[in-house]
């Protein structure tokens, strides 16, 4: 089955750049898109990124445009997300999702999740 | 932020059923199809229903999905205690994203 786990999570100063990863495994890794989400404390779930299967495709967020790069290596059933000049705001916990059903054009399968803290 | 309309919250007894709106426009909902996600406490989001009204496998027939025009509606029916959990609409935009909904909290009295 479907099993994605992030890590590269923790506290970073503002301005500061964090990188975080998502290992995929149970599913063929290279034929499916895949998407950052994230959630601050309390609050409601915020797209940032989607990654086509071949990486030819990426957007990301308006909030995050500039900032954060999404990537992946197929070749290593690995996503990820740079995160650059981190501000307070970057404070949520962030989850990577395949994009499983064709027809959803969405995020599917989830991983747990992985906390990032922006704080002096 | 969100650019998709839910109630914060809905309630119902046990074995009840409740619905859960989700209003958008026509460069999202109104062209797109829409998933349904539940966050149970403490969890990630799961996928409960794509397309509108497709369930993956695995989720029970009490929840069902329906959308016309530029809203979509999730259903739930024989209320359970575990339903208890906040549910988010999705669907693409024009603008090249991916956008939610405010998000919705159920209460089972």
């Known amino acids: 089955q479907v099993q994605l786990v992030e890590s590269g999570g923790g506290v970073v100063q503002p301005g500061r750049s964090l990188r975080l990863s998502c290992a995929a495994s149970g599913f063929t890794f290279s034929k499916y898109g895949m998407y950052w989400v994230r959630q601050a404390p309390g609050k409601g779930l915020e797209w940032v990124a989607v990654i086509w299967y071949d990486g030819n495709k990426k957007y990301c967020a308006d909030s995050v445009m500039g900032r954060f790069t999404v990537s992946r290596d197929n070749s290593k059933n690995a996503l990820y997300l740079q995160m650059d000049s981190l501000r307070a705001e970057d404070t949520a916990v962030y989850y990577c999702?395949?994009?499983?059903?064709?027809?959803?054009?969405?995020?599917?399968?989830w991983g747990q999740g992985t906390r990032v803290t922006v704080s002096s | 932020q969100s650019v998709l309309t839910q109630p914060p919250s809905v309630s119902a007894a046990p074995g009840q059923r409740v619905t859960i709106s989700c209003s958008g426009s026509s460069s999202n909902l109104g062209s797109n199809s829409v998933s349904w996600y539940q966050q149970l406490p403490g969890t990630a989001p799961k996928l409960l229903i794509y397309e509108n009204n497709k369930r993956p496998s695995g989720i029970p027939d009490r929840f069902s999905g329906s959308k016309s025009g530029t809203s979509a509606t999730l259903g739930i029916t024989g209320l359970q205690t575990g339903d208890e959990a906040d549910y988010y609409c999705g669907t693409w935009d024009s603008s090249l994203s991916y956008v939610f909904g405010t998000g919705t909290k159920v209460t089972v009295l």
């Open positions: 999702a395949t994009w499983f059903y064709p027809s959803s054009w969405g995020p599917d399968y």
